[in-house]
């Protein structure tokens, strides 16, 4: 069974500031880990993604995570929040082979000028 | 972006009815997904495809059917709408060589 809780369902930084999302999972297996964003009205898009290859993963925009086995946490940063980074963040975690994702409730990003 | 559609992207309905959306890709991809978005709940698996006739039950899937009977095509039928539906829906679709999903733009169902 897989679960991944995302610690903070809002977030608010100034822009400039760090950005910080937690992310903590449990799998049996060891896992594909994702970060996916959600701007308002649209669906979700990848972010980046861990595959068991480099423990700190760059994505899109700027964006960063690291995963750290022996706490089971895969946060999200980033170094300085810009005002189009507003959205809502989803962590989700997979089994290897099986394809489904497990979504976190997700963390809600406000930035302010 | 990938090549996902829905459709309706939005509807109401009445309580009792059926509805039926479709989510269709040009990607060619092998996994299909239906989800539920509400607040406070994230993303909810309601059905899923591992291919054409190749169908699941997700984790909330009480009064939800779904069919596949083309690659492109995945249908998610409620047959009698319930107010506890209003949701927002999600299609995704992904390849099992990697396992990210890319995502629908939603459909916006209100049940009245």
């Known amino acids: 069974a897989q679960s991944v809780t995302q610690l903070g369902s809002h977030v608010s930084v100034s822009e400039g500031a760090l950005v910080l999302l937690r992310c903590n999972y449990s799998s049996s297996v060891p896992p594909y880990l994702f970060w996916y964003v959600q701007y308002p009205n649209q669906g979700l898009q990848l972010l980046l993604k861990y595959t068991s290859a480099a423990t700190l993963v760059k994505g899109i925009n700027g964006f960063e995570a690291e995963f750290k086995k022996s706490e089971t946490s895969f946060h999200l940063t980033k170094p300085s929040a810009h005002m189009r980074d507003a959205a809502e963040y989803f962590c989700?975690?997979?089994?290897?082979?099986?394809?489904?994702?497990?979504f976190g409730d997700g963390t809600t990003l406000t930035v302010k000028p | 972006d990938a090549g996902i559609t829905q459709s309706p992207r939005h509807k109401v309905t009445e309580t009792g009815t059926p509805v039926t959306l479709r989510c269709h890709q040009t990607e060619n991809h092998r996994y299909m997904y239906w989800y539920r978005q509400d607040p406070g709940h994230g993303l909810r698996l309601i059905h899923y495809s591992y291919g054409v006739k190749d169908t699941d039950k997700g984790e909330v899937s009480d009064g939800y059917s779904v069919s596949r009977s083309k690659t492109e095509d995945f249908l998610l039928t409620l047959e009698s709408a319930t107010s506890s539906q209003t949701s927002v829906y999600f299609c995704a679709i992904s390849e099992p060589s990697y396992n990210e999903q890319f995502f629908g733009p939603g459909t916006r169902l209100t049940v009245l």
């Open positions: 989700a975690v997979s089994d290897s082979n099986a394809g489904k994702s497990t």
